[in-house]
């Protein structure tokens, strides 16, 4: 099929260089018509900006990662925690979900097709290393059950890295985050792990940027959240996010975070977390969040189960995608939640609570490499220049290796 990225080989210095200034320009033209008539109190009308929809999400390809074995390490099972580096136009991915070690590989030219073999394959730009420089079980000391990876974040010069308790039963997780050099080789210069945020459980997981336009206004540069994991009581029965200063991690004990969105217990997301219903229910897995610039759409990414509830093993439920014993609601979809972030500024602003804010929208989205039924997206990650989105399918390639597919975000 017909390769339709305007950058077949990835952009060069230049063309980034062209977009980067584009956009520059547009953002130095949105602050200056914020000022006029503001009296020297910058202040800002954003709520005309448009809300994305489904069409507005426009499939490009995908590309294979690399398929080595790096001192017994690979991608195989892995693909979480997605993170775009412009610096190198490339993606920083976890590795094997056991290992938990992250690597930094290139994009290559992107294609449409069907058939894995016509995929072109990444390359490493850095291999697998442990981000947290073996520093990830100060995350929650006391933990028997493993400390994962939940993101990762470029900003400035630095690599930010969040981590959380898998199976966390005593509530026992008192920190989320890492800051470090984006050299992973690099072994001196980790900070943390600190608290961002109150509850480090709403916090800990995937993490992305905000646009310009909206930092002054939802007071920060960075976004950082979690959903939905093993003991869902101690986490957000639903999308959970909040704003926050990377560069406050080495300069605060406790990071602070403004919460945008939550859900309690008390409060889910939708009907019930064992109810069929598009919103929420124990089989919902959100795994990355992106805020597209020019438009006031924040967008979680993730799973869903559609169908019945049902508590058991696979076979029990009538689930041929995950045989083990848990939670099932077969068949799963790749879902989007689309917030508008306008009801978002109204949490920041004391409005309202952040469990009354529900979704504008909620659209499910296709994938071509049909390999599996589990549905598991690994992450997400956003370039604000070339406005591709970066989604990481789980298990969509063979070896149980990760496809990354690239859709092209509308720009209104």
Not at 239 to 267: M, Q
Not at 372 to 382: E, L
Request: aromatic fraction near 10%; charge should be positive.
């Amino acid at each position: 099929m017909k390769n339709r990225s305007l950058f077949p080989h990835g952009p060069t210095i230049l063309e980034y260089g062209l977009g980067f200034l584009a956009l520059r320009g547009a953002l130095l033209l949105q602050i200056l018509l914020m000022c006029i008539g503001c009296n020297g109190d910058v202040r800002a009308d954003i709520s005309d900006a448009p809300l994305l929809s489904k069409d507005d999400l426009v499939y490009l390809g995908a590309f294979r990662v690399p398929r080595k074995d790096i001192n017994r390490n690979t991608f195989s099972y892995g693909g979480r925690a997605l993170a775009f580096n412009p610096v190198n136009n490339s993606l920083f991915i976890m590795g094997h979900v056991k290992n938990q070690l992250t690597a930094e590989i290139s994009i290559p030219q992107i294609i449409d097709s069907v058939r894995r073999d016509e995929l072109k394959t990444a390359e490493f730009i850095q291999p697998f290393h442990d981000p947290t420089n073996g520093r990830r079980h100060l995350i929650d000391p006391g933990d028997r059950n493993g400390i994962r990876i939940g993101g990762h974040l470029v900003h400035g010069d630095r690599l930010y890295v969040s981590a959380y308790a898998y199976y966390d039963a005593n509530g026992s997780q008192k920190a989320s985050h890492f800051a470090r050099p984006q050299q992973l080789a690099e072994t001196d210069l980790l900070t943390g792990p600190v608290p961002v945020g109150r509850r480090v459980h709403f916090t800990s997981g995937y993490m992305g940027t905000v646009p310009f336009e909206w930092q002054a206004l939802l007071g920060g540069p960075a976004l950082t959240g979690n959903c939905c994991r093993s003991i869902i009581s101690k986490h957000s029965f639903g999308p959970a996010l909040s704003v926050f200063d990377p560069e406050d991690i080495g300069r605060e004990e406790r990071v602070a975070a403004t919460t945008l969105v939550h859900y309690t217990s008390k409060n889910p997301l939708g009907p019930g977390e064992t109810s069929k219903n598009p919103f929420f229910n124990r089989t919902t897995r959100i795994e990355g969040v992106a805020f597209p610039n020019n438009t006031r759409s924040v967008l979680f990414f993730g799973k869903h189960g559609t169908g019945e509830f049902c508590y058991g093993s696979g076979s029990e439920c009538g689930d041929p995608a995950r045989s083990q014993k848990g939670n099932h609601a077969y068949p799963y979809t790749y879902q989007v939640w689309a917030y508008d972030a306008t009801d978002l500024l109204r949490v920041k602003r004391g409005k309202t609570q952040p469990y009354r804010v529900l979704p504008y929208e909620i659209w499910q989205i296709e994938l071509p490499q049909k390999v599996n039924t589990s549905h598991g997206i690994g992450g997400v990650a956003f370039d604000p220049v070339t406005r591709n989105l970066y989604i990481s399918q789980i298990r969509g390639d063979i070896k149980h290796l990760p496809l990354i597919h690239v859709f092209r975000v509308a720009n209104p």
